[in-house]
Each structure stands twice: as C-alpha cells, then as structure tokens.
C-alpha cells in the first residue's frame, strides 16, 4: 500500500511530457519567426537540422536512462558516471546558474506579457518588479507543495499555451501566400554562415529536451517513461517550430514580419481579427509562467543531486514531507528574483542580457559531455555486438558532432565567457573535495 501512494506521487508519462514540452516552449517562441525572418526561408531548413540532431540527443538521454536509472541529476548524473566527480560537479554548476538566469529572463517574458491587459506593467518598474516576484514567490510555494502539485501546474499551463500555437500553426495553413515567403537567404552572409546561424538560434528553442531525466527518481518506471516523454516532447515542439513558423511566414509580409514584436498576434489578428490579439498574448503569458513552473521544479532538483554525492553542501540534500528539496529551491527562488531585479535596474541591464547569453552555452556543453558520457557507460556496460558498436558509434558521433557545431556558432566571446562560467566553480568544488576527503580519514 505504502508503494502505491509513493508511486501516485511521481510523474507519469504525460506529466513529464507536460514538463518537457513546457520547459522548451516558452515566451520565446511566440517571437521567434520575427527573429528569424532576417535569415530568409533558409530558417525553416535549420529547424527541420535542429529537430534531427535533437532526435539523436532524445535517443542519447533515453538510453542513458537506462544505463543510470533511478537517479536525479540527468546530464549531470550521466557526467559524473562517466569522467567522475569534478566534471559532474563542473557541469552541475554551469547548468545551475544557466537555468538561474533563464528563469530570470522568463519572468521578465512573463511580465511584459502581461502588460498588453495590465498596461501599468510597461510603464511603472515598481508594479513591474512586485508583478515579477510574485510570480516567482508563487510558483516556489506551488513547488514546494510536492511534485504532483507542479506536476498539475505544469500540465494545465502546457495545454493551455499550446491552444494558440496549434490555432496558428495549423490554421495559418489556409491563410499562406507564397510572396511573403522572405528569400531563401537573406542574410548577407553565405548559406554556411546563414545555415549555422538559424542552427544555433533553433538549437536554443529545444534547449529543455533533458528535463524529465533531471527528477529521474520521482518518475515512475523512469526508464520506460523518460524515453517516451522525451520523443514525445521532441515531436510535439517540433510540430509546433515548424508549422508555426511556416504559417507565419507565409501571412505576414517579409518586410513587415522583419519589424513586428508579436508575429504570431498579427498572425492571428490576419486570420480572425483585432480580439485575437488578445488570446495569443494570454498564451505568451501562460507560455512563460508555465516554463518557470517546469524550470524552478528542474532548478531545485539539481542541488539536491549534487548534494547527495558530497559535492554540495549537505543543506542542500534536505527534502521536507513532501519529498521536496525545499533548501535549493528558495535558494534558487532568492538567486532568480535578484537576476530579474537586475533588469529594471539602471545601470545593470546589459549585464543581465549579456547573463543571459551566456547562460545558452552553459546548458549546452552539458549536452556535449551527456553524449560522451553514452559512450563511455555504453562501451564499459558489457560486450557489444557488432551492430551494437555501430549504433553506438553512430549515435554519438552525429549527437557530438551536432552539439559540438551549434556551440562553435555561438561566438567566440560567448565561449570565451563561457569557460570563464565553468572555472568559476573550481574554489567550490575544491572546499567540498576537501571536506569528502578529510570525513574518510575521521
């Protein structure tokens, strides 16, 4: 009996789709065919090469929860199996201020969202700012209450967000006119560049593809459930990506679409008139308050991990009743309402955004060494077949190679900055090796 009610309180195999998909389809989306506009029709081909490599990354992460199941942490987890302690720990720590860093850009999404049915919010940085750490402060509370409770959150806001999505992109079919396609590269620059360019800002709007094997231990049957929820999830997003890029694409002018701030609202104002505005800005909304949900439940989960293997401090490790690690969690709610603050103060708002460019790399190379780490667990689990080896070889080569592209167009000064992030960590890191070390000879 006592199994049962444990097992109820995990997610199941659409809740961590829910999680999935709702981490990766946030506010961002809803702009993004504007965004990629400048690129030419060249955009719509990176998509379709970002959901491919992703595809193989989806088969990475399922396979490797299967090789480390029942464990919290995900590319961490997976990291530290595989190079040991100080590259877990090395990834544990980008991904953390990362995930930081997004959720504080989201919050912001989430309230400029807002500000289309609550004009103040635009206007006065004080309403702006207490709008922001209330939602920040409730979704804390809601996590807290146990898995289940921002299990529900999470699934309700998915649906919800996906409504207008799907209107759009499905319905904007009927409404394309091939001369407002843009030209298939109008970048100025050469199809390489245009092509590793589109790559690496699609590769962005998939980044979230690992969340359900982060909570692996409050997923039930994880290693059956997490490789479902991830294909579903890639496959959903996709369909979503490319149809709604397409639809948009094909209503909206290439000049005007280049200009426009909301393209999936004046999409949809095309298709159905001015009150569509409206819904389509309450998705934006629920997109974005529904990824912070997913991103803060993620976000608490990942110290925890890291504490149980004594490379954190131990606080960190603590759960309340509810089976929820409540210490990381209000430290990351402290940490993201300070980096949200930081955007409507004068002086810092270029430090945030360029924090926030930065914190893409960081969720990337976690990526990178979860490919590497399949092949080092998948070689070291048994004799392989010959057809074995090949799947092997080849599901990390194309995932690499993938990952390993998408981080080279990031930029040098990104990379630069990037690595700067990861040593950052070393005196942590270093503190805790010293006190795993001095507690074996006590």
């Keep these: 009996m006592k199994e049962t009610a444990k097992e109820k309180n995990k997610l199941g195999l659409w809740t961590s789709t829910s999680l999935i998909v709702g981490n990766m389809i946030g506010a961002g989306i809803f702009l993004a065919p504007a965004a990629l506009a400048s690129f030419g029709?060249?955009?719509?081909?990176?998509?379709?090469?970002?959901a491919i490599g992703c595809f193989f990354l989806v088969k990475v992460f399922g396979n490797l929860s299967k090789l480390v199941p029942n464990v919290t942490g995900g590319p961490y987890a997976y990291t530290r199996r595989g190079f040991g302690d100080y590259m877990g720990f090395s990834i544990a720590w980008g991904y953390f201020l990362a995930v930081s860093c997004a959720n504080a850009a989201i919050t912001i999404g989430f309230v400029s969202a807002l500000s289309t049915f609550v004009p103040i919010l635009s206007t006065n940085t004080l309403s702006a700012v207490g709008t922001g750490l209330g939602s920040i402060w409730l979704l804390t509370w809601v996590n807290n209450r146990g898995i289940r409770t921002s299990g529900?959150?999470?699934?309700a806001t998915t649906i919800l967000k996906l409504i207008p999505l799907f209107l759009v992109a499905f319905g904007g079919l009927f409404f394309i006119k091939a001369a407002n396609f843009p030209a298939f590269n109008s970048s100025g620059t050469s199809l390489f560049t245009a092509l590793s360019n589109t790559v690496t800002f699609t590769m962005f709007a998939y980044v979230g593809i690992e969340s359900a094997t982060i909570p692996a231990e409050k997923v039930q049957n994880p290693q059956q459930t997490i490789p479902r929820a991830t294909l579903l999830g890639l496959f959903i997003a996709t369909v979503v990506y490319v149809l709604g890029t397409v639809s948009v694409m094909g209503i909206i002018p290439s000049a005007q679409l280049k200009k426009t701030v909301t393209p999936f609202?004046?999409?949809?104002?095309?298709?159905?008139?001015?009150?569509a505005r409206y819904w389509v800005s309450a998705g934006?909304?629920?997109?974005?308050?529904?990824?912070?949900n997913g991103w803060m439940l993620i976000q608490g989960q990942l110290p925890y991990a890291i504490a149980k293997?004594?490379?954190?401090?131990?606080?960190?490790?603590?759960?309340?009743?509810?089976?929820v690690p409540y210490v990381g969690t209000l430290f990351s709610s402290v940490l993201i309402s300070i980096l949200m603050a930081m955007n409507y103060t004068k002086g810092l708002v270029e430090q945030f955004k360029f924090l926030v460019l930065l914190s893409t790399l960081s969720v990337l190379i976690p990526y990178l060494f979860s490919t590497a780490a399949y092949f080092i667990l998948k070689t070291k689990s048994g004799p392989l077949k010959t057809n074995e080896w090949i799947q092997c070889i080849l599901l990390f080569a194309v995932s690499f190679s993938y990952v390993l592209w998408t981080i080279a167009s990031a930029g040098q000064q990104t990379i630069y900055y990037g690595f700067l992030l990861q040593m950052i960590g070393i005196p942590l890191y270093l503190w805790m090796a010293a006190k795993k070390e001095s507690s074996l000879f006590q």
């Design 41 to 50: 029709s060249v955009s719509l081909l990176g998509w379709v090469i970002s």
């Design 152 to 155: 529900s959150v999470q699934m």
């Design 265 to 275: 609202a004046d999409a949809a104002v095309i298709m159905w008139g001015n009150n």
């Design 284 to 292: 934006v909304a629920i997109a974005a308050f529904g990824a912070l």
């Design 309 to 323: 293997d004594n490379l954190f401090p131990q606080i960190f490790s603590k759960e309340n009743k509810r089976g």
